[in-house]
């Protein structure tokens, strides 16, 4: 079975600083990784996901990721931060020919301060 | 282009009562997910469809029902509703169910048991 820790329910920034999200995942197979953003009251968009070869993405909005199999971590990174980043933030893993459902972390979220 | 269509938006129910959640997908996607996101929790997956039948299953009460339709559409039909069964209901869409298809969702249904 596979699970995703987001470590932080909440992270706080000022506007510039560098934004680190932090998502270890759980899984027995190659595991596909996802991290999604969602703004009040919409729904989920995804910011980029990892399936295979080169470990360092890049999404939309800046945000980059990075997939470490050694430390079982795909953290999420935006050097500079915006205030319309301020959103809620989730984690996600899905496994081939599973169904393709998406496991979700607990989600954290995202201040940014003027 | 296109995005995943959810009705209603919004749905007020008293316990006991039936609803249903409608949910169009992109054109030419063949995978519905249907997710359930409770007040500040991640979502949950429900259930999934691929090409009309039902591909995999999650935390779905017996009394929630759902089908695909011949025209990719679905429906997620609950019964006797609880007070519990408040939440966001995400429907996403893709393409296949098997590999790392992106999961585009709609902006939810919210439904509130009174």
């Known amino acids: 079975a596979q699970s995703v820790t987001q470590l932080g329910s909440h992270v706080s920034v000022s506007e510039g600083a560098l934004v680190l999200l932090r998502c270890n995942y759980s899984?027995?197979?190659?595991?596909?990784l996802f991290w999604y953003v969602q703004y009040p009251n919409q729904g989920l968009q995804l910011l980029l996901k990892?399936?295979?070869?080169?470990?360092l993405v890049k999404g939309i909005n800046g945000f980059e990721a990075e997939f470490k199999k050694s430390e079982t971590s795909f953290h999420l990174t935006k050097p500079s931060a915006h205030m319309s980043d301020a959103a809620e933030y989730f984690c996600?893993?899905?496994?081939?020919?599973?169904?393709?459902?998406?496991?979700f972390g607990q989600g954290t979220e995202l201040s940014v301060k003027p | 282009a296109a995005g995943v269509i959810q009705s209603p938006r919004h749905l007020i129910k008293e316990k006991r009562e039936t609803a249903t959640l409608k949910c169009y997908p992109i054109?030419?996607?063949?995978?519905v997910y249907w997710y359930q996101q409770g007040p500040g929790q991640d979502p949950q997956f429900l259930i999934s469809?691929?090409?009309?039948?039902?591909?995999d299953k999650g935390s779905i009460p017996d009394r929630f029902s759902a089908q695909q339709f011949s025209d990719y559409h679905s429906e997620l039909n609950m019964s006797s509703l609880e007070l519990g069964d408040s939440a966001l209901y995400f429907c996403?869409?893709?393409?296949?169910?098997?590999?790392?298809?992106?999961?585009?969702f709609g902006p939810g249904t919210r439904l509130t048991v009174t």
């Open positions: 996600a893993v899905s496994v081939y020919n599973q169904g393709g459902k998406l496991i």
């Open positions: 996403a869409s893709s393409l296949g169910d098997r590999g790392p298809y992106e999961q585009y």
């Open positions: 469809f691929y090409e009309k039948m039902q591909s």
């Open positions: 054109p030419r996607h063949d995978t």
């Open positions: 990892y399936t295979t070869g080169a470990t």
């Open positions: 899984s027995s197979v190659p595991p596909y």
